[in-house]
């Protein structure tokens, strides 16, 4: 849809979003964005500004209809926030089709034209174009085009895909609406524990700089346009190093440990991302504990409550300039159904919401993440606990993004093109070869791969769909009536179900439960067998190297696209972005802060091997992605 305009006395067509019947300053469109800005924020009364200086979620009704109810994580009807509490700033969850995401973004915007200075609604998003479903971290593709999960990406080991892909996220993003990006997640996962390894890109720092820049260009552009996803780098100054491997999310996990002496490593890559014009940063939840720089002990208080992390480092030392967007609920404790997950006030849980929140002032975020606790900061500067110039510093960064973004002249998105352009033909076929050329081939003894080179194989398989095997042959009941087996199993993990959120974390140990490779080594005594492993982290695969003729990993990828790999339709090419682990004990031994340091590892960091395909025989002739 098309936005209303009205037009100057010198013919320059403007939304007259005050409803003054006057081209404002701020409406003008042929002014810069820091001139508009400036406008705006001189006409804001304290309660506008207090209202942007919050982003939290808010989810779709029925068809793209407003909510005007609490949700399934949301706390407040969406005119609450919007007119209520003058926030325009949310974080989307569930998208079920691009026409629902783009009426109801449209929906938005309208309810928005009604707040006094027609303050136009920023949408954003975790990521969403992968496998992980995670409401505390990211959502599987629905709608949209499906690629690898970021290891998977960095597993290809290359620039042009990850720009690619990057692109392709943009425009099926602004499509529905949605222009500002809860990533890249570019920490270093140097503890083979951390539960958010599947988001980042590995640990090796430059690769991972370079990967930063390709993906900021490929969202943003060389600057913020009407074209733009604008991001938020995160976690700042990188969220590898957590203690044993426990995340932040948990009280359990809040401690992050540098006994190698390793920080400014893990800070290399959001550097380039500074230097490459990232829109927004966001620090981690944990804490560091026994932190010193340049001869100065650090704080133990969580990164965002930290002034010596975000104004010391990133604004003044880094020369940031940005937004600075605190992760999910640093003030508040939330409670969804019967659970509860505190607040991460971790260093500082013994403040109430009024001091937790005037802390993270001093420290200098600009934005408070999942908290639509409006009348805490009003509270705080009526008071005088806080001086409202404080408030203006933060403001004039978030509105400046909004003004570069286009979103004052037109924030609206056309239905029907949504339709078109998320999750296209085209979009889907790119991000399925991704998937299964990321594929990492570990183990291929006596040149078992690629398979299926002659028609009508006999399948014994494990964790793969029928419709998916229908391409390849038929699937055998028994091992011992197969030619071949392939069982796909996913990365260990210890389930957790107490806190919110910590079902979906895959965190605890890295091993494999022993009845698993007894079970695996009768199937290889009847047929060769093939395993395929789900590395959401770097599980400990030695008791299965004995049993697999071929042993290879993926990163999120269809069952399609692993049999594309496995049988050479599409040659896998992908090699680790971490090391696989020999044993716990190794794991349990190693620093938390460096790269590749466990002892005599089972595949170091960049192993992987490419099987030579012949001619494929048995593919049917569509394209793979055609029946996902």
């Given at each position: ?349 013994h403040l109430d919401a009024t001091g937790r929140m005037r802390m993270l002032l001093d420290a200098g975020v600009d934005q ?261």
């Open positions: 849809m098309q936005p209303t305009l009205s037009t100057a006395p010198d013919g320059t067509r403007f939304r007259d979003l005050n409803g003054n019947g006057v081209m404002d300053p701020y409406e003008d469109p042929r002014l810069t964005p820091e001139e508009r800005t400036a406008d705006l924020l001189a006409r804001l009364s304290l309660e506008e500004k207090a209202g942007l200086m919050f982003q939290t979620v808010i989810e779709l009704g029925d068809d793209g209809d407003l909510l005007e109810t609490p949700g399934a994580i949301s706390k407040s009807p969406t005119s609450t926030v919007i007119l209520g509490k003058g926030m325009s700033h949310f974080n989307v969850h569930h998208i079920p089709t691009a026409r629902a995401g783009a009426r109801w973004s449209n929906n938005l915007q309208r309810l928005a034209e009604q707040t006094p200075h027609g303050i136009p609604v920023t949408i954003s998003t975790d990521p969403r174009h992968a496998f992980v479903e995670n409401t505390g971290v990211a959502f599987s593709a629905g709608p949209f085009s499906q690629w690898p999960e970021p290891m998977g990406l960095a597993a290809l080991d290359d620039l042009e895909v990850i720009r690619t892909f990057a692109d392709v996220a943009r425009q099926e993003y602004c499509a529905v609406g949605i222009r500002a990006a809860l990533h890249p997640q570019i920490d270093l996962p140097t503890e083979p524990r951390w539960g958010r390894q599947a988001q980042t890109f590995g640990y090796d720092a430059e690769r991972v700089s370079q990967i930063t820049a390709a993906y900021l260009e490929g969202f943003q552009g060389d600057a913020l346009g009407p074209e733009s996803v604008a991001c938020t780098t995160k976690h700042f100054p990188g969220g590898g190093p957590q203690r044993d491997g426990e995340d932040a999310h948990f009280p359990y996990g809040r401690e992050q440990d540098y006994p190698g002496g390793m920080f400014e490593y893990h800070l290399a890559p959001f550097r380039e991302a500074i230097r490459r014009g990232t829109a927004g940063m966001m620090p981690y939840y944990g804490m560091p504990v026994g932190l010193e720089r340049d001869g100065r002990p650090i704080d133990e208080v969580g990164f965002a409550y930290n002034r010596q992390i975000v104004t010391d480092l990133l604004r003044e030392e880094l020369g940031f300039d940005g937004v600075v967007v605190t992760d999910w609920e640093l003030v508040n404790d939330n409670h969804v159904g019967d659970q509860v997950l505190p607040a991460r006030a971790w260093g500082v849980e408070f993440g999942g908290e639509e606790c409006v009348d805490l900061l009003l509270d705080l500067v009526r008071s005088g606990a806080v001086a409202e110039e404080r408030l203006d510093a933060s403001v004039r960064r978030i509105l400046l993004v909004k003004f570069q973004l286009g979103l004052f002249d037109d924030p609206y998105v056309d239905e029907d093109a949504a339709e078109r352009i998320v999750g296209n033909a085209a979009f889907r076929e790119a991000g399925t070869r991704a998937q299964a050329e990321s594929v990492t081939v570990l183990v291929d003894r006596e040149e078992t791969l690629p398979l299926f080179a002659a028609p009508g194989a006999r399948i014994y398989a494990e964790g793969l769909a029928d419709h998916a095997l229908a391409a390849y042959g038929e699937r055998a009941v028994r091992p011992e009536e197969a030619d071949v087996a392939i069982v796909r199993i996913g990365a260990p993990f210890d389930p957790r179900d107490d806190l919110f959120l910590e079902k979906w974390f895959h965190q605890g140990s890295l091993e494999f439960p022993p009845g698993l490779a007894v079970r695996l080594a009768r199937i290889a005594d009847q047929v060769p067998l093939v395993i395929v492993v789900n590395l959401d982290r770097p599980a400990v695969l030695t008791p299965l190297l004995p049993v697999a003729s071929a042993l290879v990993a993926d990163y999120g990828s269809s069952d399609e696209a692993v049999l594309a790999a496995l049988s050479g339709r599409i040659p896998p090419r992908g090699v680790l972005p971490v090391e696989i682990p020999r044993s716990m004990d190794a794991v349990r031994a190693s620093a938390t802060d460096v790269p590749d340091g466990t002892a005599d590892p089972v595949f170091p960091r960049g192993f992987g091997l490419r099987p030579v395909a012949p001619a494929p025989v048995a593919a049917a002739s569509e394209p793979v992605a055609a029946r996902q």
